[in-house]
């Protein structure tokens, strides 16, 4: 079992920059991966950006290319989202997201389906 808490969300303007926060407590021994995903008002649960199994790599939806970092700490069982030059279209709830395996298929690691344990999400405001 893995306990995801995400924080550092907010009201901001557009323009500004968040640091969120993703720790993971528990079952932590085994590996996983992490990945970010964001719902809007009135839209689907997309993908953010996430980590390979190794998370030798990153990757980024087109959207938030050179704005949005993916990171981890390892030693903290943490994972960030640097998030800047916000725009109003960023406004979402932000969850993380662990997985437990390796998953198949180009592009897999954006498939929700892959993983296995979520936070409850935190708030990011972006007004215009």
């Known amino acids: 079992q893995v306990q995801l808490v995400e924080s550092g969300g907010g009201l901001v303007q557009a323009g500004d920059s968040l640091r969120l926060s993703c720790a993971a407590s528990?079952?932590?021994?085994?590996?996983?991966?992490m990945g970010w995903f964001r719902q809007a008002p009135g839209k689907e649960r997309e993908y953010v950006a996430a980590f390979s199994w190794s998370s030798t790599s990153t990757y980024y939806t087109d959207s938030v290319k050179g704005r949005f970092t993916i990171s981890r700490d390892n030693a903290k069982n943490t994972v960030y989202l640097q998030m800047n030059s916000l725009k109003p279209e960023d406004t979402a709830v932000y969850y993380c997201?662990?997985?437990?395996?390796?998953?198949?298929?180009?592009?897999?690691?954006?498939?929700?389906?892959?993983?296995?344990?979520w936070g409850q999400g935190t708030q990011v405001t972006v007004s215009s």
């Open positions: 528990g079952r932590t021994t085994s590996s996983y991966a």
């Open positions: 997201a662990a997985r437990l395996r390796r998953c198949s298929g180009g592009g897999c690691y954006e498939n929700p389906r892959w993983y296995d344990y």
